[in-house]
């Protein structure tokens, strides 16, 4: 979206206008369009997205099925949007983005509210902030966290990106915190992201990343979940004005540690059988994105 000044001056200009047409009309209008000022940049950006699965950190948000056990299929569509608002060339800005989600019991759509500083440092672009993670129907998965950020770009190697997440709430996504009542602290995990991009062919560039969850020690050493690695490999196509198509193979490892009951538990007296699912399972996802 662009806002422009441009209003005002032409209504400065307009008596001028007029009376140059009857005179000159070629030069008239070709000096006024010379003269006319550049539209402003607008401090806000915005965007929107359809994809067919939403994974955060390798891991499925679409989980809740019928009687409440996993869902299996592989996609699961996810509605997703949100913007920055950038204060002048300060480096400051605030964000929102938000996606439906179905992970929580009476919770539809994941909002995150973020703000941080932009600036340079020699080759690299930094980046620190804080975000927050808020679940408005079920505020168990609230989480907050601190960023850094460090990003290297070389038109013939392509943009390097080192990420650093540190949890800063006892509540984490509700493995643990206060608001879970597990009396265990999320407090302290951590999450690191290397992501990669370069144009391949003109329109399409190249997009993978590799994470680590370091799950706080109170979420290790009291549960069965296991700190994982997370991965993210694709290609996304460019059609101009700000519409993109991107195709990705997303998921992680661990998966044992993750499963989630599918169906229901068959005892056989000597034996037990129960459908599983794992959040962690690889996907292949597309995803429709437009900003405005």
Known sequence: MQRSIRAASSAL???TLIAAAFALPGAAFAQAAGDAPAPAASPVTANI???????FRGQDQDMLGRNDYAKTRGVKPAIQGGFDYAFGDSGFYVGNWNSSVNWLQ???????????????AGPLDMDVGALTYIYPGNSVGNTT????????ANESLGSFTLKYSHTVSKDYFGFAGNKLGSGLKGTNTGYLNLSYSKEILPKVTLKAAVGYTALSSDIRRNTAYK???????????????????????QGANQKNAYNAAAGPLYDFGFYTVQQVYSPNKPRFILTLAKTL
């Open 49 to 55: 997205a359809l994809t067919t699965n939403y994974k």
């Open 106 to 120: 009476g919770n539809s759509v994941e909002v995150d509210l973020y703000g941080g500083y932009k600036f340079k």
């Open 227 to 249: 700190s994982y690695v997370d991965y993210n490999v694709g290609a996304s196509y460019d059609f101009g004005g700000g519409l993109t198509l991107a195709g990705s193979v």
């Open 13 to 15: 200009a307009l008596p």
């Open 145 to 152: 966290e601190l960023y850094g950020a460090a990003t290297y």
